[in-house]
């Protein structure tokens, strides 16, 4: 049973997340014959400015 963790920056619209779902899911399906109802997508939103890229904070 496939599990997916994806970690985005907030600020996508539930379209956009669910369309990104739902083509993850197809993709695994597609690459490993697993069921769909077994392909698990799990998102991670993160707030703007608590990352950083070489060492800097992003906005």
Do not use: C
């Amino acid at each position: 049973m496939p599990f997916v963790h994806v970690e985005l920056v907030e600020g996508r619209s539930k379209e956009q997340l669910d369309g990104m779902m739902k083509d993850i899911t197809e993709a695994v399906h597609k690459n490993t014959g697993a069921p769909k109802e077994h392909i698990h997508v799990i998102v991670n939103e993160m707030k703007k400015g608590t990352y950083a890229v070489d060492g800097a904070w992003k906005e």
